[in-house]
């Protein structure tokens, strides 16, 4: 397996979504080539990130107009 | 009966409810009136519905409007959710459905793309790996660089902000399966039923979207104020 190929199968790897002789290639190549091993792990620091990403919440007025309508209706 | 339900933060905080046991707990308690449980509701789901509602309507206001009917639907609706999807799932086509009745009502709207983005291109410049008359075709020109670790707070806010600009300006519906899939830890499975996609496409999407996000801090990294690491 070249480089070029690798980038482009590193989401199906990491999804499982790899056919066995595909994965063996892929692991084969991966423990051959540095710069492979970078942008996977690169990829996953990505995925990582976007993890930890704080969230923003529905606004506060939004918020409890719904409270509200739930009270109401369980009134 | 006083049961305890353990109910799973993924990442982003968004309220894992695959388990059937926890979804009709949940909607048990909803039907009950427990504000407390509807509250967990709208703080875990709402941040991610808007954004999904954003994908089909023309303007934040809408998206909005949208996640807010829906919850009221939510609300006069839970008897009739039974448990043959997750809860959230059911939330989610309600959703759906909402968002593409605006949609359909405003005339200012964006046809949603079918197969507009081009899902085949390489998503590493062709120009980073050695072509057929080098020695290596095929293989990186020169190593990605490596990566310095966010050593101070600044540079682990500028980290967040580059991955927040790169993702805002990707093509829709690559921003929605990353944002469900890598955000808000949604399950492939859930994210194709929600988005209305095929597994394949979803992956295609997310490896175009993930490697996008990741080539722009690959920039970022590479400015010399950064102090960037070496090329190989």
Redesign the interface.
């Known amino acids: 397996m ?4 690798f ?2 199968l ?3 790897y990491l ?1 499982g ?1 790899l056919d066995e002789a595909t994965q063996q290639r892929f692991a084969a190549h991966l423990s051959e ?4 091993e ?2 996977l792990d ?2 996953r ?3 990582q ?5 704080p ?5 506060g007025q ?2 409890d ?3 509200e ?3 109401e ?2 009134r | 009966m006083a049961v305890e339900v353990v109910v799973e933060a993924a ?3 968004a309220i894992q409810t695959d388990a059937p046991l926890i979804d009709a707990e949940l909607a048990g308690r909803l039907r ?2 427990d ?1 407390k449980a ?2 967990e509701l ?2 875990g789901w ?2 991610a519905m ?1 954004r999904v509602a954003r994908g089909y309507v023309s303007s934040d206001q809408t998206a ?1 409007d949208v ?2 009917e829906t ?2 639907a939510v ?2 609706g839970i008897d009739r959710f039974e448990g043959r999807s997750s809860l959230r799932t059911w939330v989610y086509r309600i959703l759906v459905n909402i968002a593409k009745a605006h949609r359909a009502r405003d005339s200012r709207t964006v046809p949603w793309p079918a197969l507009a983005e081009d899902d085949t291109a ?3 410049d ?1 120009g980073r ?1 050695q072509s057929a008359d080098e020695p290596y ?4 020109r020169r ?2 660089m ?2 310095p670790s966010p050593e101070t707070d600044v540079v682990a806010h500028e ?2 902000d580059t ?2 600009a790169a ?1 805002a300006e990707l093509p829709q519906r690559q921003r929605l399966v ?1 944002t469900l899939r ?2 808000h ?1 949604y399950s ?1 499975v859930e994210v194709c039923e929600i988005l209305e996609v095929s597994p394949q496409n979803q ?1 295609v999407l ?2 175009r979207a ?2 996008a ?2 080539a722009r ?2 920039e970022y990294f590479g400015r010399p104020s950064t102090g960037g690491g070496e090329a ?1």
């Open positions: 070249n480089c070029d190929e980038v482009e590193v989401t199906a999804e979504a080539c540095d710069g492979c970078r942008y690169q990829i620091q990505t995925v990130t976007l993890a930890t990403l969230p923003h919440s529905l606004g939004a918020r107009r719904l409270l309508a739930f009270r209706f369980h | 990442p982003g905080g009950g009136g504000e509807f509250a709208l703080d709402s941040q808007l909005e996640v807010q919850w009221l609300i006069r390489p998503t590493v062709r790996f075709p095929g293989h990186w190593f990605p490596v990566w980290v967040r991955i927040e993702v990353l890598d955000m830890g492939a992956r997310l490896h993930r490697a996000v990741r801090l690959e190989r």
